[in-house]
């Protein structure tokens, strides 16, 4: 018998003919499309218990409670919270998006400290120990006034504690991030005599008279906002929208009108000049509770009539008046201002003139009216004591000059500091800690900021993501993110009624983190001395719970502490003056400059066009980069691939001869950039509109490189009257490509 | 002279004689080549029928033994719901399955009997807090959605319908893993051709397909009456 080739090949039929006879090509057909659903790298959720953790998502000022739904030890959704007096079960784009951030490319998994340019992995005892060094070092040399810190908020304990570290130090410079909340409080403070923050009765006006406050846009608490315009809807409220673009809340609005930019100030002096000539104000509140009416309202009434107002605001005449009696017959109207959703403290005479117009119909602390609101105070921490190093530190007084003789009213000024450092041969500060905040990203004018940054020489972020500004660092303390960690978020974004919500931990610690809290008290403890004794507490969550004493339980249960019965205070006891009255006019207000229209900068003749910025939900200004869900749902109008779309007015883009969907520079006098145009009708001509919230380099490919940062394009410009930073654009020059 | 034809008649010749003498050879039939294919071709058959029936069933199951040698029938017993003593919905309507150190710490915090095997137990799992890493035999693949409130509480069947009656079992049967999808034997089914006796025999989408026609099952939306296949498949 011979085997060769062919008895091979027939062999291998007979194979194949019984091999179709088998259960063997069928069964493996099968085995196999079960096998590729089994790679490892698809992902495949968990099998197991279902359970749900109530926490407080701090990704903006808001305060929403939520709740995130877990499947095992895996955090699968975030749901707003039923029944959370905020956002009772609503959540916003990027509040649901909280898992990617958790479990995302973007976290910093352990310390980091930066040599030779990268990133290297410490340990956290080296890190602390580093730090720890250069603040021995500067103490002994007594330079502790250089140290500063910027963080987004001064209230709940992680702020104050670093606060207090930096009091028992020796240093006054804790800064907080710019926002509207500069321009409110001070308001009160000077009109009201009090240290409050200012509280928006949304659920119960009936008539919203918005200076370009983004309602929809993010201002305020977001989701609390989108319920109450729910309920105005539903109850015939009346919004008005005075902007200079078509933007979302403008749209949904009842009534739209256009103004130039600028300008919302001199139109609310308009609608006060109305009010008063036709005595449509409220007597009782500005006879019995007011003082100095007499003397403000002159230069009001001779200064601000229709006539006038109509020339510098582009609103007619009769629409001014036509508006001023509508809201003053209202029967509870609130005014509010701050652009967009508030990121610029804005200009204190433009709030000081809103202000006024909800005094003359007499809405203070009324049902839908602005209510002032006692600071939150449930921290009491023993006194501190300072030791010489301390007090001498203190006394050589702030480096952004909140409060001296030059800006006697503001409390913190982050928008100097750039300035302040690049001005100097030396830089000023020596150490900075930045918590929870992105100011390379968010501060107007970025190239200062990176440059004065680069300047100081240890700057320590404790940021959980590789932002901008912790991609400039030189060390890394990575705190856990909110869903990781405990931590009291006091709501200070416009609610009428004290909430501290309570950011409870939804899963363990995913890396190799640390609370900025525990970092804290682990730094004052080894630097010893009068510093350590201000900080007797073992732990972070030591000093919460004895720190919230009985209110702890409850806000573990129930995610929140609520001041239920708190009312806003009658009009005799609310005020705190040296008059006991709502003060119109005193010697502080009086010192300031006379209201001032803030105009752009740059020059008209190379920069014809305006910039603005404009705000949206979808897009973040703030410290938190948009998630990759939310990059998602950006409009072709928006961003298209990496190109980021500014809005022109058609009128304005034939005279530039630019064409929709094409290329064109986009120049300011801070810089230019390329970009593409979007046809609008929607706003002046004149205008170019850019969206906010683009532009970033870090922290992750899912948002890197993606259109542009406005605040590249823009840069801070100093309030004459609180030296806060009022810019609410720039001149600028589109020219084709 | 014709030297030329001459010696051409004696090449033919020649050459003639040449032929002749190979052409028989030629004209005897060839057995070994032929035969030899047909052969192979049955081997060939033989070969992979006895592959494909035989010997690939079981190679492709890896035979592996559950952590601890649990008794259904002895707890049966001992327990006042049945099944669902163990096996239970959760307040939220979801089912708990296979149940966790949780479930059994109720009884088992200390060592209740004598067995061995339990000794066993409450040392390497109860003590240690560690979760029986159980081998499920009716885990299905993440493609599937299987609501037991729809089949349990709504269609009122039986566990042992699907599951069959392992609640009366001594022990645990070994585990016969699938070393390519890594799921149980139990369901494509014992058999590999996928006859079964049982309706528990089997639990591939056409054993559920089987069952939901019988019944006349409405498998679609009731307001559109479409969508038949994101039911299970979200």
Same mark, same amino acid.
């Given at each position: 018998?011979?085997?060769?080739?062919?008895?091979?090949?027939?062999?291998?039929?007979?194979?194949?003919?019984?091999?179709?006879?088998?259960?063997?090509?069928?069964?493996?057909?099968?085995?196999?499309?079960?096998?590729?659903?089994?790679? #490892?790298?698809?992902?495949?959720?968990?099998?197991?218990?279902?359970?749900?953790?109530?926490?407080?998502?701090?990704?903006?000022?808001?305060?929403?409670?939520?709740?995130?739904?877990?499947?095992?030890?895996?955090?699968?959704?975030?749901? *707003?919270?039923?029944?959370?007096?905020?956002?009772? *079960?609503?959540?916003?784009?990027?509040?649901?998006?909280?898992?990617?951030?958790?479990?995302?490319? @973007?976290?910093?998994?352990?310390?980091?400290?930066?040599?030779?340019?990268?990133?290297?992995?410490?340990?956290?005892?080296?890190?602390?120990?580093?730090?720890?060094?250069?603040?021995?070092?500067?103490?002994?040399?007594?330079?502790?006034?250089?140290?500063?810190?910027?963080?987004?908020?001064?209230?709940?304990?992680?702020?104050?504690?670093?606060?207090?570290?930096?009091?028992?130090?020796?240093?006054?410079?804790?800064?907080?991030?710019?926002?509207?909340?500069?321009?409110?409080? /001070?308001?009160?403070?000077?009109?009201?005599?009090?240290?409050?923050?200012?509280?928006?009765?949304?659920?119960?006006?009936?008539?919203?008279?918005?200076?370009?406050?983004?309602? /929809?846009?993010?201002?305020?608490?977001?989701?609390?906002?989108?319920?109450?315009?729910?309920?105005?809807?539903?109850?015939?409220?009346?919004?008005?929208?005075?902007?200079?673009?078509?933007?979302?809340?403008?749209?949904?609005?009842?009534?739209?009108?256009?103004?130039?930019?600028?300008?919302?100030?001199?139109?609310?002096? $308009?609608?006060?000049?109305?009010?008063?000539?036709?005595?449509?104000?409220?007597?009782?509140?500005?006879?019995?509770?007011?003082?100095?009416?007499?003397?403000?309202?002159?230069?009001?009434?001779?200064?601000?009539?229709?006539?006038?107002?109509?020339?510098?605001?582009?609103?007619?005449?009769?629409?001014?008046?036509?508006?001023?009696?509508?809201?003053?017959?209202?029967?509870?109207?609130?005014?509010?201002?701050?652009?967009?959703?508030?990121?610029?403290?804005?200009?204190?005479?433009?709030?000081?003139?809103?202000?006024?117009?909800?005094? /003359?119909?007499?809405? /203070?602390?009324?049902?839908?009216?602005?209510?002032?609101?006692?600071?939150?105070?449930?921290?009491?921490?023993?006194?501190?004591?300072?030791?010489?190093?301390?007090?001498?530190?203190?006394?050589?007084?702030?480096?952004?000059?909140?409060?001296?003789?030059?800006?006697?009213?503001?409390?913190?000024?982050?928008? @100097?500091?750039?300035?302040?450092?690049?001005?100097?041969?030396?830089?000023?500060?020596?150490?900075?800690?930045?918590?929870?905040?992105?100011?390379?990203?968010?501060?107007?004018?970025?190239?200062?900021?990176?440059?004065?940054?680069?300047?100081?020489?240890?700057?320590?972020?404790?940021?959980?993501?590789?932002?901008?500004?912790?991609?400039?660092?030189?060390?890394?303390?990575?705190?856990?993110?909110?869903?990781?960690?405990?931590?009291?978020?006091?709501?200070?974004?416009?609610?009428?009624?004290?909430?501290?919500?309570?950011?409870?931990?939804?899963?363990? #610690?995913?890396?190799?983190?640390?609370?900025?809290?525990?970092?804290?008290?682990?730094?004052?403890?080894?630097?010893?001395?009068?510093?350590?004794?201000?900080?007797?507490?073992?732990?972070?969550?030591?000093?919460?719970?004895?720190?919230?004493?009985?209110?702890?339980?409850?806000?573990?249960?129930?995610?929140?502490?609520?001041?239920?019965?708190?009312?806003?205070?009658?009009?005799?006891?609310?005020?705190?003056?040296?008059? @006991?009255?709502?003060?119109?006019?005193?010697?502080?207000?009086?010192?300031?400059?006379?209201?001032?229209?803030?105009?752009?900068?740059?020059?008209?003749?190379?920069?014809?066009?305006?910039?603005?910025?404009?705000?949206?939900?979808?897009?973040?200004?703030?410290?938190?980069?948009?998630?990759?869900?939310?990059?998602?749902?950006?409009?072709?109008?928006?961003?298209?691939?990496?190109?980021?779309?500014?809005?022109?007015?058609?009128?304005?883009?034939?005279?530039?001869?630019?064409?929709?969907?094409?290329?064109?520079?986009?120049?300011?006098?801070? $810089?230019?950039?390329?970009?593409?145009?979007?046809?609008?009708?929607?706003?002046?001509?004149?205008?170019?509109?850019?969206?906010?919230?683009?532009?970033?380099?870090?922290?992750?490919?899912?948002?890197?490189?993606?259109?542009?940062?406005?605040?590249?394009?823009?840069?801070?410009?100093?309030?004459?009257?609180?030296?806060?930073?009022?810019?609410?654009?720039?001149?600028?020059?589109?020219?084709?490509? | 002279?014709?030297?030329?034809?001459?010696?051409?008649?004696?090449?033919?010749?020649?050459?003639?004689?040449?032929?002749?003498?190979?052409?028989?050879?030629?004209?005897?039939?060839?057995?070994?080549?032929?035969?030899?294919?047909?052969?192979? =071709?049955?081997?060939?058959?033989?070969?992979?029928?006895?592959?494909?029936?035989?010997?690939?069933?079981?190679?492709?199951?890896?035979?592996?033994?559950?952590?601890?040698?649990?008794?259904?029938?002895?707890?049966?017993?001992?327990?006042?719901?049945?099944?669902?003593? &163990?096996? =239970? =919905?959760?307040?939220?309507?979801? %089912?708990?399955?296979?149940?966790?150190?949780?479930?059994?710490?109720?009884?088992?915090?200390?060592?209740?009997?004598?067995?061995?095997?339990?000794?066993?137990?409450?040392?390497? %799992?109860?003590?240690?807090?560690?979760?029986?890493?159980?081998?499920?035999?009716?885990?299905?693949?993440? &493609?599937?959605?299987?609501?037991?409130?729809?089949?349990?509480?709504?269609?009122?069947?039986?566990?042992?319908?699907?599951?069959?009656?392992?609640?009366?079992?001594?022990?645990?049967?070994?585990?016969?893993?699938?070393?390519?999808?890594?799921?149980?034997?139990?369901?494509?089914?014992?058999?590999?051709?996928?006859?079964?006796?049982?309706?528990?025999?089997?639990?591939?989408?056409?054993? &559920?397909?089987?069952?939901?026609?019988?019944?006349?099952?409405?498998?679609?939306?009731?307001?559109?009456?479409?969508?038949? &296949? =994101?039911?299970?498949?979200?």
């Amino acid at each position: 018998m011979k085997i060769d080739r062919r008895s091979f090949l027939s062999f291998v039929i007979g194979g194949a003919a019984g091999t179709a006879l088998t259960p063997l090509p069928w069964k493996l057909t099968d085995d196999i499309a079960i096998w590729t659903q089994m790679w #490892p790298w698809t992902p495949v959720p968990v099998n197991g218990d279902v359970s749900y953790v109530d926490s407080t998502c701090t990704l903006c000022p808001g305060g929403c409670g939520i709740t995130a739904r877990k499947i095992e030890d895996r955090v699968v959704k975030l749901e *707003g919270q039923p029944g959370h007096p905020i956002n009772d *079960g609503g959540l916003c784009l990027l509040g649901l998006s909280g898992a990617q951030l958790l479990y995302g490319p @973007r976290r910093v998994k352990t310390p980091l400290k930066k040599v030779n340019g990268k990133f290297k992995r410490i340990s956290w005892d080296k890190a602390i120990s580093e730090v720890t060094d250069t603040l021995k070092q500067l103490r002994s040399k007594g330079h502790s006034h250089k140290v500063a810190a910027i963080a987004a908020s001064d209230r709940g304990t992680v702020p104050e504690l670093i606060n207090r570290f930096l009091t028992a130090y020796g240093s006054a410079n804790f800064i907080r991030t710019p926002s509207i909340l500069d321009t409110y409080e /001070l308001t009160l403070h000077l009109m009201h005599g009090v240290q409050a923050l200012p509280g928006f009765d949304v659920e119960n006006t009936d008539f919203v008279l918005s200076f370009g406050s983004g309602l /929809l846009d993010g201002w305020g608490s977001p989701v609390r906002m989108f319920r109450a315009n729910s309920k105005w809807r539903e109850q015939n409220g009346k919004v008005v929208q005075i902007e200079p673009r078509l933007s979302n809340t403008a749209a949904k609005s009842d009534n739209w009108i256009p103004i130039k930019t600028g300008t919302e100030g001199a139109l609310a002096l $308009g609608l006060a000049h109305v009010i008063i000539k036709e005595s449509l104000y409220n007597k009782d509140f500005i006879h019995n509770y007011t003082s100095g009416f007499e003397k403000w309202k002159r230069p009001v009434v001779d200064g601000f009539s229709p006539e006038i107002v109509t020339k510098i605001t582009g609103v007619n005449q009769a629409t001014i008046t036509d508006l001023a009696r509508k809201f003053a017959r209202a029967s509870k109207p609130l005014a509010v201002c701050g652009r967009g959703w508030g990121a610029t403290p804005g200009s204190l005479k433009e709030f000081m003139a809103v202000h006024a117009l909800n005094a /003359l119909v007499g809405n /203070l602390n009324m049902a839908g009216g602005i209510w002032a609101l006692p600071e939150p105070d449930y921290i009491e921490w023993p006194e501190l004591e300072m030791d010489r190093a301390a007090s001498a530190g203190i006394q050589k007084g702030r480096i952004d000059g909140a409060g001296t003789p030059n800006y006697p009213h503001a409390r913190y000024l982050l928008n @100097r500091l750039p300035e302040i450092i690049n001005s100097a041969s030396t830089s000023p500060i020596d150490l900075l800690f930045v918590a929870e905040s992105n100011p390379l990203y968010t501060l107007p004018d970025t190239a200062a900021t990176k440059e004065a940054f680069e300047k100081i020489p240890l700057v320590v972020s404790f940021s959980s993501y590789m932002d901008e500004t912790a991609e400039m660092a030189d060390l890394i303390l990575p705190n856990h993110i909110y869903l990781e960690r405990y931590e009291d978020v006091p709501v200070t974004s416009g609610i009428q009624y004290p909430l501290i919500g309570l950011a409870k931990p939804v899963v363990n #610690p995913q890396f190799n983190t640390k609370h900025t809290g525990d970092v804290m008290i682990l730094l004052a403890q080894a630097l010893g001395g009068f510093i350590a004794n201000a900080f007797p507490w073992k732990s972070y969550e030591a000093c919460l719970e004895e720190t919230l004493g009985d209110k702890w339980e409850p806000m573990v249960e129930q995610g929140y502490w609520i001041n239920a019965g708190s009312k806003a205070a009658d009009w005799p006891e609310t005020f705190e003056t040296a008059s @006991r009255k709502f003060e119109f006019v005193n010697k502080e207000i009086d010192a300031l400059p006379r209201f001032a229209i803030v105009k752009p900068q740059g020059d008209e003749t190379s920069f014809p066009l305006v910039l603005i910025p404009y705000d949206s939900m979808r897009l973040q200004r703030g410290f938190i980069g948009a998630p990759p869900f939310v990059i998602k749902t950006v409009e072709d109008s928006v961003l298209k691939a990496n190109d980021i779309l500014v809005e022109i007015n058609p009128e304005t883009a034939t005279t530039l001869g630019l064409k929709a969907g094409r290329y064109a520079k986009l120049s300011t006098p801070k $810089g230019s950039a390329r970009v593409k145009v979007h046809l609008f009708d929607g706003i002046m001509p004149g205008l170019v509109a850019m969206p906010a919230g683009l532009g970033h380099n870090a922290p992750d490919k899912y948002l890197s490189g993606k259109g542009l940062n406005a605040n590249d394009l823009i840069g801070p410009f100093e309030d004459s009257a609180s030296g806060h930073d009022a810019a609410w654009g720039v001149r600028a020059k589109l020219s084709k490509v | 002279m014709s030297t030329q034809d001459d010696q051409a008649k004696d090449v033919v010749e020649a050459e003639a004689g040449e032929t002749q003498a190979t052409a028989p050879q030629a004209k005897e039939p060839g057995t070994g080549s032929s035969g030899t294919i047909i052969l192979f =071709f049955i081997f060939g058959i033989l070969a992979s029928l006895i592959l494909g029936w035989a010997i690939f069933p079981t190679l492709l199951y890896s035979k592996k033994q559950q952590p601890v040698a649990f008794n259904h029938a002895d707890h049966n017993d001992q327990v006042d719901n049945g099944c669902e003593s &163990c096996h =239970f =919905f959760r307040e939220d309507g979801s %089912y708990s399955g296979v149940p966790k150190l949780e479930q059994c710490i109720d009884c088992h915090e200390e060592v209740q009997g004598e067995t061995e095997t339990e000794a066993l137990f409450v040392s390497e %799992y109860v003590q240690k807090d560690r979760e029986v890493p159980w081998l499920v035999y009716s885990r299905q693949p993440p &493609c599937v959605f299987f609501s037991h409130a729809a089949h349990v509480k709504k269609a009122a069947m039986e566990c042992a319908e699907c599951h069959g009656p392992i609640g009366e079992s001594d022990s645990l049967k070994i585990y016969q893993q699938n070393r390519i999808t890594g799921y149980s034997r139990d369901i494509w089914g014992g058999n590999i051709i996928g006859l079964k006796k049982n309706s528990w025999d089997r639990m591939k989408m056409d054993d &559920c397909v089987e069952c939901h026609r019988e019944k006349g099952v409405n498998q679609g939306s009731v307001q559109t009456e479409k969508g038949g &296949c =994101f039911i299970c498949h979200h």
